[in-house]
């Protein structure tokens, strides 16, 4: 069936004859399935995206232009939801990837390393307690591994005052830890 003959099929279609809208469906399902099976290849990914395509053509039949060829308007449809699902499909590969990873990796309250990013947690709350010039050297030193020398070229401050701050800030970081008895800490 072509769209002159399909023309008033949709015009009744338009109005809501949903026996129109089978005919019209019968006329151009095995062309939208053909043309979504080429650019999805799941059986079951296809099967809905087709539904997916009727549904919104359905929805969507008040925008349609009579002075435009009908196949035409259906494929911009049908590539458009394509489009969507991949991108859709996309998110959800990486959700899954994500929710995979964090599902291999068991959450203990208990483990080491856990405990281990508590004791961090803390420790960087009592580093952000220094002033800004020895909170500064003990970032650089000890969260991006810069060494003193590299530290007085970034700061450009001697070297000899970027380790009296360095000393200065580990004597008020081991004073603070022992005020909230942290035994923990190793210094």
């Given at each position: 069936?072509?769209?002159k003959?399909?023309r008033?099929?949709?015009?009744?279609?338009?109005?809501g004859d949903?026996?129109?809208?089978?005919l019209?469906?019968?006329?151009?399902h095995?062309?939208?399935?053909?043309?979504v099976a080429f650019l999805?290849?799941?059986?079951?990914d296809v099967?809905?995206?087709?539904?997916e395509v009727?549904?919104?053509?359905w929805?969507s039949?008040?925008?349609?232009?009579?002075n435009r060829?009908f196949r035409f308007?259906l494929?911009?449809?049908?590539?458009?939801?394509?489009?969507?699902w991949?991108?859709?499909?996309?998110?959800?590969?990486?959700?899954?990837?994500?929710?995979?990873?964090m599902?291999?990796e068991?959450?203990?309250?208990?483990?080491k390393?856990?405990?281990?990013s508590?004791?961090?947690?803390e420790?960087f709350g009592l580093?952000?307690?220094?002033s800004?010039?020895?909170?500064?050297?003990?970032?650089?030193?000890?969260f991006?591994?810069?060494d003193?020398?590299e530290?007085?070229?970034?700061?450009?401050?001697?070297v000899g005052?970027?380790?009296?701050r360095h000393?200065?800030?580990?004597?008020?970081?081991r004073k603070?830890?022992?005020?909230?008895g942290?035994?923990?800490?190793?210094?």
């Amino acid at each position: 069936m072509n769209d002159k003959e399909l023309r008033s099929w949709l015009e009744q279609a338009t109005l809501g004859d949903e026996s129109a809208f089978q005919l019209v469906y019968e006329a151009t399902h095995q062309d939208v399935y053909r043309t979504v099976a080429f650019l999805v290849y799941d059986k079951q990914d296809v099967e809905d995206i087709v539904n997916e395509v009727y549904m919104r053509m359905w929805r969507s039949f008040h925008q349609y232009d009579a002075n435009r060829p009908f196949r035409f308007w259906l494929h911009g449809i049908t590539i458009h939801l394509v489009q969507d699902w991949k991108r859709k499909a996309w998110r959800r590969i990486r959700l899954f990837e994500r929710n995979r990873q964090m599902a291999c990796e068991p959450f203990n309250w208990t483990d080491k390393a856990f405990l281990q990013s508590e004791m961090q947690h803390e420790l960087f709350g009592l580093v952000r307690q220094l002033s800004y010039k020895l909170r500064v050297v003990v970032i650089l030193r000890y969260f991006h591994d810069y060494d003193l020398e590299e530290i007085a070229d970034i700061l450009q401050i001697p070297v000899g005052t970027v380790k009296s701050r360095h000393h200065r800030a580990l004597h008020e970081l081991r004073k603070r830890i022992e005020m909230t008895g942290g035994n923990e800490y190793v210094y």
